[in-house]
């Protein structure tokens, strides 16, 4: 199929099942959001390349286990050097169906193969809890089976990543179901990972959420690692129940960051912009929600304007631009919509940047004030170019107001007085919370949510053992 815009001819990648590239009948049309039209079809599995799949990695699994950790992690070494050669085809893939930038899209790319060699030096060594003459007793960690990977639309194949890594190290077979708005470049990386790797070790099947729903009750699975929405995390725990699955869930965020009094507005408006607005501001743990004190906040929003005043946004594909469109036209409704409501309710989009009129998703950038908690901007997690400037008067109120959320994915405070910084961090509730930074994620990190912001961490070590299952070994000796 012929891709649309400045791009050549590209095939649509097929599912990988059992070692084989494989095609369905049924298909779903791939939407690139910078022109709003189709750009490929993409095969779709059903319940039966589902069991295929499923039977697949069954069959993959015991022989995948059995192999020393280092040798697995010399395969998933093998699996991040095929990814690297292809690196030009698949950002270009991803820009097409993600929307973002292309050098944007080298970088998801590259950070999620840091993660994948991070996981190939870990160890999983054997804990011996005694050794004497009546008894050696060792904790050891057991891969978990066959686990359901499925991930959102905002970071395709860095979400992919994140979980196929420590899923392979830890010895476990992996069935990867991407969003359906966005499986184009992670079916790939399933197509490329089948000359590296065993048959039935790494799968990649494309589907609506109806597969996903497939994945999290099928008997054969044993643990869903899932990146989405809180609604979303949800069913997946309740589906999960009747065949006790492990879970790991990283929902959704509504990340507030304090600006402290003493900050110089023109010299933290370029990290507070980007804290808050890269990738679109679709970033699970973007600054969303910005608290500044009040006899700050003119010249602070003054800065963040010429920032955003700088920001290019148009097709991914094209040179010099910084942003792309909304991933999908239900997301673009919803932050417009936010938007209206803010305003209707007497905020004010004190700066809106340029956009292409489209027929494309774009958003402009807009910077938002005297909006209120109470609403939908603020209260929700927007997920769009949108940044919502509050003011407060005393710190407590500051404090008091970003912990007044369900949501607590991370979290930020900006000063020139570490201490001083580190005193309010301490006092905020969220899975991570940054010093002067918002978001930071690093491959030896733990990453994950507090309340209803998630299950579980993913990378660092902590991630890869979220992999494993405990088994005890006890022998006897007196
Ligand atoms: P979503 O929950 O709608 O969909 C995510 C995936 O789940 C898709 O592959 C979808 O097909 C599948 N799915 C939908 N219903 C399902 C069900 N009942 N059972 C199983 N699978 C099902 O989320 P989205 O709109 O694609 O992504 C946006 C959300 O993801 C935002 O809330 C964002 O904050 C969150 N997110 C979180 C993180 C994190 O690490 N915490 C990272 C990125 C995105």
């Known amino acids: 199929m012929t891709t649309t815009g400045n791009t050549s001819t590209i095939t649509a990648p097929g599912l990988t099942i059992g070692g084989d590239i494989v095609t369905a009948t049924d298909r779903t049309e791939v939407i690139n959001p910078a022109t709003a039209q189709a750009f490929m079809a993409v095969p779709t599995a059903g319940p039966a390349e589902l069991e295929n799949a499923a039977q697949a990695a069954n069959r993959a699994a015991r022989s995948w286990r059995a192999l020393p950790l280092a040798e697995r992690q010399e395969y998933l070494?093998?699996?991040?050097?095929?990814?690297?050669?292809?690196?030009?085809?698949?950002?270009?893939?991803?820009?097409?169906?993600?929307?973002?930038?292309?050098?944007?899209?080298?970088?998801?790319?590259?950070?999620?193969?840091?993660?994948?060699?991070?996981?190939?030096?870990?160890?999983l060594p054997v804990e011996v809890v005694r050794d004497d003459d009546s008894e050696r007793i060792e904790i050891r960690r057991v891969p978990v089976g066959i686990v359901g990977a499925i991930t959102a639309w905002n970071y395709p194949l860095l979400l992919a990543l994140w979980k196929i890594g420590p899923a392979l190290?830890?010895?476990?077979?992996?069935?990867?179901?991407?969003?359906?708005?966005?499986?184009?470049?992670?079916?790939?990386?399933?197509?490329?990972?089948?000359?590296?790797?065993?048959?039935?070790?790494?799968?990649?099947v494309a589907g609506g959420d109806d597969l996903g729903r497939a994945i999290t009750a099928h008997p054969l699975i044993n643990k869903i690692s899932f990146t989405g929405s809180v609604p979303t995390g949800r069913a997946i725990m309740a589906s999960s129940a009747p065949t006790l699955?492990?879970?790991?869930?990283?929902?959704?965020?509504?990340?507030?960051?304090?600006?402290?009094?003493?900050?110089?507005?023109?010299?933290?408006?370029?990290?507070?912009?980007?804290?808050?607005?890269?990738?679109?501001?679709?970033?699970?743990?973007?600054?969303?929600?910005?608290?500044?004190?009040?006899?700050?906040?003119?010249?602070?929003?003054?800065?963040?304007?010429?920032?955003?005043?700088?920001?290019?946004?148009?097709?991914?594909?094209?040179?010099?631009?910084?942003?792309?469109?909304?991933?999908?036209?239900?997301?673009?409704?919803?932050?417009?919509?936010?938007v209206a409501d803010a305003e209707q309710r007497g905020a004010e989009v004190y700066f809106r940047g340029k956009a292409p009129a489209g027929p494309g998703y774009f958003h402009p950038v807009a910077l938002v004030r005297n909006a209120t908690d109470e609403m939908g901007l603020v209260a929700e997690e927007q997920f769009g170019p949108v940044l919502p400037i509050l003011t407060y008067r005393?710190?407590?109120?500051a404090v008091a107001r970003a912990n007044a959320s369900d949501l607590a994915l991370g979290a930020s405070v900006w000063s020139t007085d570490e201490d001083r910084a580190v005193q309010v961090a301490d006092r905020l509730e969220a899975g991570t919370v940054w010093v002067n930074q918002h978001p930071l994620l690093s491959p030896d990190v733990p990453f994950g949510g507090l309340?209803?912001?998630?299950?579980?961490?993913?990378?660092?070590?902590?991630?890869?053992?979220?992999?494993?299952?405990?088994?005890?070994?006890?022998?006897?000796?007196?």
């Open 77 to 123: 070494l093998r699996l991040v050097a095929a990814t690297r050669e292809h690196l030009g085809e698949l950002a270009l893939l991803l820009t097409l169906e993600q929307g973002k930038p292309l050098a944007k899209a080298r970088g998801e790319i590259e950070s999620g193969l840091r993660y994948c060699e991070r996981y190939a030096t870990m160890e």
């Open 169 to 204: 190290a830890a010895g476990n077979a992996v069935i990867v179901k991407p969003s359906p708005y966005t499986p184009v470049a992670t079916l790939r990386l399933g197509e490329l990972a089948q000359a590296v790797l065993p048959p039935g070790v790494l799968q990649v």
């Open 245 to 338: 699955k492990r879970l790991t869930l990283e929902l959704g965020g509504n990340d507030a960051g304090i600006v402290l009094d003493d900050v110089d507005p023109a010299a933290f408006a370029e990290d507070l912009y980007w804290g808050g607005l890269s990738n679109c501001g679709q970033v699970c743990a973007g600054l969303k929600r910005l608290y500044v004190p009040e006899p700050l906040a003119p010249r602070l929003t003054e800065a963040l304007a010429a920032v955003a005043g700088t920001v290019v946004v148009g097709d991914g594909t094209e040179e010099g631009v910084d942003m792309g469109p909304v991933q999908n036209r239900p997301q673009l409704d919803r932050v417009q919509s936010l």
């Open 394 to 397: 005393e710190l407590d109120d």
């Open 451 to 478: 309340k209803q912001s998630g299950l579980g961490v993913e990378s660092s070590r902590y991630g890869l053992l979220a992999y494993t299952d405990i088994s005890v070994l006890r022998v006897k000796r007196a």
